[in-house]
């Protein structure tokens, strides 16, 4: 996924109500409030002072020109914008990065399924079971090569997978593909101690056929991409 013009860079006040965040514009110095397009508590990304990147929308109905798209971090640049990772799974699944999920007819997202809720990604074809593809976006790092999420309590995620197991139960399969927005690292477990109920969930999802992958990403200022197979140590 190319960014469609160049990035701006600026230096981070302070997020603030979970969507919002004021920027200093290093070529003009000027102050700006940019979308912040992640409900997580970006835990470990949001000191004050960070290099971050923004995009700038030629969209006259934006109210928030900006958006927050990449923040520098422990040496490396992590991709931060939660609206990209299901294009970013797409992206990879039609490469065939995930050789378990290669072989599909039609690709379709937002499908409605389960209890009032929408499948990122749903992968159908003729000779097989459709497999219903939970896409959720990584960037937690607490010790250093080893990606963790979630980074906050994540009811929603928790309910996600009682639904996929339930598409098991039902004769399809179902996987779960964590898109790892950092390139310094080499394996992903999940954060047990912030979350044990989301813990516990993917325990009886993975007992019950739910399938999980984890892909890395080459992030940069002109693209992001997912690239490879990350090591998954629930």
Request: some cysteine.
């Amino acid at each position: 996924m190319r960014f469609p013009t160049a990035l701006v860079s600026g230096r981070l006040v302070r997020r603030y109500k979970r969507f919002l965040a004021d920027v200093v514009l290093d070529e003009t110095g000027e102050e700006v409030t940019a979308h912040c397009a992640n409900p997580g508590s970006m835990l470990g990304l949001k000191q004050e002072g960070a290099r971050v990147y923004l995009s700038l929308s030629d969209n006259p109905k934006r109210k928030l020109r900006y958006s927050w798209e990449i923040v520098e971090a422990d040496g490396a640049l992590v991709g931060i914008n939660t609206a990209h990772p299901n294009a970013l799974v797409e992206e990879a699944l039609r490469a065939g990065l995930i050789p378990e999920l290669a072989d599909f007819g039609t690709l379709r997202r937002e499908v409605k399924y389960g209890r009032n809720s929408r499948i990122d990604i749903l992968l159908e074809s003729e000779a097989a079971a459709p497999v219903y593809v939970e896409v959720k976006n990584v960037h937690l790092m607490r010790r250093a090569g080893l990606a963790e999420f979630p980074d906050s309590v994540t009811a929603r995620g928790a309910k996600h997978l009682v639904e996929m197991s339930d598409m098991v139960a039902s004769g399809a399969r179902a996987a779960m593909v964590y898109l790892v927005q950092r390139p310094d690292c080499r394996a992903m477990s999940l954060a047990r101690d912030i979350d044990p109920a989301y813990a516990a969930a993917f325990d009886a999802a993975r007992s019950a056929g739910v399938e999980a992958y984890a892909l890395g990403c080459r992030v940069d200022t002109a693209e992001i991409a997912a690239e490879r197979l990350v090591a998954l140590d629930p």
